[in-house]
Every structure is written in C-alpha cells, then in structure tokens.
C-alpha cells in the first residue's frame, strides 16, 4: 500500500487479556518504530526495528510487552495480561532514512 | 531523555496567522519535525527542518528554528478552519543507543474560529 497500515483499529478488551496489534509498514522501509499515545499526551518511544533486530528495546514500559518483526516487513506488538494503564492509541511508524519517519492512524486500545 | 515542550491550546481568526511555539533541551538535534493530528487520524508529517538552517519555508507554513534559544516555531500564514488540529513538535535523537527516536511535545491544540 502507500502509506503505513496498522490494524485493528480499534481493540477493547478486558483486563488481564492478551492483545496483539498488528503494523504493515510501507513497502522498503528497512526501519520500524512503535510509539504509545496516553489521552492528552505526546507520543512516547515504546521500540525501534532496524531489519527484524530490535536494537532498541528500552522504551518498553514492562516485560509484558514484546514486539517481534519478521520478513523486514510486518512487526506485532504484544501485550500481555493488559492493565487499564495501558489503553492508549499505539502508533506505528516506517523510514528508509532515519530522519523520516512516515506514521500509520493507530490502533485504539481500550482495556476494561 | 530529551524534553520537548510546547503550549496546549492556540485559538485563531480564520485568515489570520498562526504561530506555534517549541522548545526543546537537546542542543545536538538535528533534525527538528512539525506533525499534524486531526482528529481519530495518525500523526501527518508537516515539515522538518535540519539544525543548520534558521528557516524552512513551504507554501503557506514557515519554520523558524533559533538553535540558541533551543526555540522552534511553526508558523500557518492565512489559516483555515481545516487547520484546526493538535499539531507536535518532535526532536529526532541521533546518536548512540537512541538513535532514530522521537521526542514529542504534548501538542498544541488549534482551533481556528470562522
């Protein structure tokens, strides 16, 4: 496609589920980063993909997040046992060049 | 981590200009973004500017950048009430262990009156 995709769009779930949300990013981009937005705040660095490796993993908030990236293309962030803290719209985005970096509309997390 | 601060709410008359402000703590930067949300959307990139200029111009929106001052600033000549939107000032971090992260503000929302 032509831009980054990201989906579901939006996810409700209750608490203590797992949820997996799911980026597609624009086709050649070698590099892939996730970003959480809470309700009235910036965005906030959960993890950065070079390839698949994740050089990057210090954003993440607790070890019941995970993302994995394979093929260089589709990355999956995971959480586990979802707590209400973690409902926010979680951002993907894709670069081929480091400074620019093109974002997908999110996907709504809703933990009840 | 690097901080990145800019005011909340900006409220304008449509035709008039708009100007959003940034400031920023990391003096290596060098790239320094504007991104638009409209509302239930992903983050749009606007523009960026690289740390060795001091304006970017394009079309109707003009960055000035005062590295000095660590001050960034947006600028929306003529706005339009489809310019209402949060707009964020990010830094790039581009050295190290961090390289490739963003840093946002929490966004200024605009609204522009008719």
């Known amino acids: 496609g032509a831009g980054v995709s990201q989906s579901p769009s939006n996810k409700v779930t209750e608490k203590g589920k797992d949820v997996e949300l799911r980026c597609d990013p624009i086709s050649g981009h070698t590099a892939l980063y996730w970003y959480r937005q809470r309700l009235g705040q910036g965005l906030e660095f959960l993890i950065y993909f070079q390839g698949n490796s994740a050089p990057d993993k210090s954003g993440l908030p607790s070890d019941r997040f995970s993302a994995e990236r394979t093929g260089e293309s589709v990355s999956t962030l995971t959480i586990q046992r979802t707590q209400q803290e973690d409902s926010a719209v979680y951002l993907c985005?894709?670069?081929?060049?480091?400074?620019?970096?093109?974002f997908g509309p999110g996907t709504r997390l809703t933990v009840l | 981590g690097e901080d990145v601060e800019q005011s909340l709410f900006l409220s304008v008359r449509e035709g008039d200009s708009s100007v959003i402000n940034c400031t920023y703590t990391?003096?290596?930067?060098?790239?320094l973004y504007w991104y638009k949300q409209e509302p239930g959307a992903g983050l749009q990139l606007l523009t960026y500017?690289?740390?060795?200029?001091d304006m970017k111009q394009d079309q109707r929106l003009t960055v000035l950048l005062n590295k000095k001052d660590k001050h960034l600033s947006l600028r929306i000549a003529d706005t339009q009430t489809g310019d209402s939107a949060i707009y964020f000032c990010a830094e790039l971090a581009d050295r190290g262990s961090t390289l490739g992260r963003l840093y946002f503000g929490r966004g200024t929302q605009l609204t522009v009156w008719p």
């Open positions: 990391d003096s290596s930067s060098t790239y």
């Open positions: 500017i690289f740390s060795n200029m």
């Open positions: 985005a894709s670069s081929l060049q480091y400074n620019e970096q093109f």
